[in-house]
């Protein structure tokens, strides 16, 4: 009974410890899934919107408001099935002028988070993310995943979900730019102050 007793109050404090209300910024984590569980929410089949993979066009760009102090600290991707190589993954603070740069090779499988160097936002910052594939490549590697109308009409932005506003897309190179035809899904993380 005693070890009982033991393991649930070493439980209660984990569980009081690992919560991140106190708006204490030394033991603040990177939250993988920020964007993923928003841009999900938003974007939903029961809002009317399809995912899928489709876009044959170099580069993938969407625009967000992120209304929360904090750094964004992950970009996720995944590979289409039709290709294995790498995209140049860009995250700008259009609002502060800062920004990261770096090629990624994702994973086929599943939707693979890395690391990144953080870009520091502040309340209200513009982030413009982009997904470009590296040269060398077939029109039917350009594609990615991306939510759009059932009707396939540009969407209605801008989209306020959480701390998140949604402000628009655009698909361009080889082709285009097809302006706000879908959410290109390229989550990132983030860690609010």
Known sequence: MKTLKTLLLCLAAISII????????????????????LINSAFSTANGYVDQVTMDLATHEYSIQIN?????????????????????????NTTA??????????????????????VIVQAGDIINVKRTILPGFTSDQTIGRMFTTATYSNIAYPITEGN??????????????NVNFGQPYIPLGFKVN
């Not at 929360?68 to 995250?91: F, H, K, L, R, W």
């Not at 002028?97 to 953080?118: E, M, R, V």
């Open 164 to 177: 998140v506003v949604f402000l628009g897309s655009t698909f361009y190179g080889t082709g285009g730019p």
């Open 97 to 118: 002028n800062t920004s990261y740069s770096g090629i990624h090779t994702f994973s086929q499988a599943a939707l693979d988070y890395q690391s990144i160097t953080p």
């Open 18 to 37: 690992s919560c991140d209300d106190d708006n204490d910024p030394t033991n603040n984590v990177c939250d993988t899934a920020y964007t993923a569980t």
């Open 68 to 92: 929360a102090d904090g750094e964004i600290c992950t970009i996720g991707y995944q590979n289409p099935s039709s290709y294995t190589g790498g995209y140049t993954m860009e995250v700008i």
